[in-house]
């Protein structure tokens, strides 16, 4: 019998999602984003599926994390690293063939001084509006002679608001991309992710970045298929009687008298407390919803409206293809990004071909 919670990871899912981000990319090259453990879906295992599937550019967030894909996945794709480097990583991003992006001068000067052109040109993030990490337009100059005629592989920016389709950010953070891009024609370009791919050719460019999309989450894209599956295990069912409560704080109140299913996630797991009186399930294919506060180990379920007997172990759905991710993260006040990258490793992960 199951006894704690269970995140099944298809990997055949990912790469999928993966193929079909490609195909939606105007022609573009698709790279993966695997920073924080692949969303959640194993930093390794999700590497190694997509390395095989033909993926020729990661990103990270961390140069650890870089080092570790490295490892995973051996040489020969380029490994990004979000947050750049100083010298203090100089040498595991020497060793480890990786690739850092270049979001301040300081940063910039340190790849100069380190002389990383042997992990190939530079690549430069320049902030075009999102006001959070890059090199800021007016440092344009200071860029330009710092690296004094040395090699840009990328140029790279990244948009405030790419799933708001409408919004005019969208349209000036492209204009002053192309403008400071074409400071280095020889340089590819990159501005997309996930949510950019759906603006169409326009935003494509040469390289898009797409990583809440291979793991099927995110909205503006069809097609794209769960990735990971999320259940638990009934511990308890029992029959609570008109006028009682649940769970901590009292907060849920029965005027009819109430099947009720204690299952074995709670937030230590990853599962919000926020999804207190908000959450769901399915059980047998029924949508049972969260009654009372979400605990640190459980939570609880009203399973009055599922027929016949639940079996006590029984694994029910938190996420996967009946309990959509994005709809769970909307009833919980939150996103699939928060929902996944916040499954805690007390949850066992199994992956799938
Ligand atoms: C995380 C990240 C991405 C991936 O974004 P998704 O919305 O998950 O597709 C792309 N680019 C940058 C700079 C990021 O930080």
Request: aromatic residues 8%; proline residues 4%; glycine residues 12%.
């Amino acid at each position: 019998m199951a006894t704690r919670p269970r995140a099944t990871i298809r990997l055949s899912a990912i790469v999928d999602n993966w193929r079909a981000l490609s195909a939606a990319a105007s022609g573009a090259e698709a790279g993966a984003v695997v920073k924080a453990n692949a969303y959640g879906h194993g930093l390794a295992e999700t590497g190694r599926a997509l390395a095989a599937a033909g993926c020729r550019t990661f990103f990270t967030a961390y140069v650890f994390e870089a080092v570790a894909l490295r490892e995973a996945i051996g040489p020969g794709p380029a490994i990004m690293v979000f947050h750049g480097f100083c010298e203090r990583s100089a040498q595991d991003v020497r060793d480890a063939q990786i690739t850092p992006i270049l979001n301040t001068l300081e940063q910039v000067r340190c790849w100069r001084a380190e002389s990383m052109r042997e992990v190939g040109g530079a690549v430069l993030h320049f902030d075009t509006g999102m006001n959070r990490l890059g090199l800021r337009p007016g440092d344009l100059g200071a860029v330009k002679n710092m690296l004094d005629g040395r090699p840009v592989g990328y140029v790279m920016s990244h948009l405030a608001c790419a799933d708001e389709p409408k919004f005019e950010l969208n349209a000036r953070q492209r204009a002053l991309f192309l403008e400071l891009a074409m400071e280095w024609p020889e340089a590819k370009r990159s501005l997309g992710n996930t949510a950019a791919i759906a603006l169409g050719s326009d935003y494509a460019f040469d390289l898009v970045r797409p990583g809440i999309g291979l793991f099927g989450g995110g909205h503006g894209l069809r097609n794209l298929a769960p990735a990971l599956t999320l259940e638990a295990p009934i511990l308890t069912v029992f029959e609570a009687a008109a006028g009682s409560t649940t769970g901590y704080g009292a907060t849920r109140r029965f005027g009819r008298p109430r099947r009720l299913a204690t299952v074995a996630l709670g937030y230590a797991d990853g599962f919000p407390r926020h999804a207190s009186n908000r959450g769901f399930a399915y059980v047998d294919g029924v949508r049972c919803p969260v009654v009372g506060r979400v605990s640190m180990d459980l939570c609880t379920l009203d399973v009055s409206s599922v027929d016949g007997m639940i079996a006590e172990g029984k694994m029910v759905e938190f996420i996967g293809a009946s309990a959509d991710l994005e709809l769970q993260a909307e009833a919980v006040g939150t996103l699939g990004y928060e929902l996944l990258t916040g499954l805690s490793d007390r949850i066992e992960r199994v992956w799938a071909a």
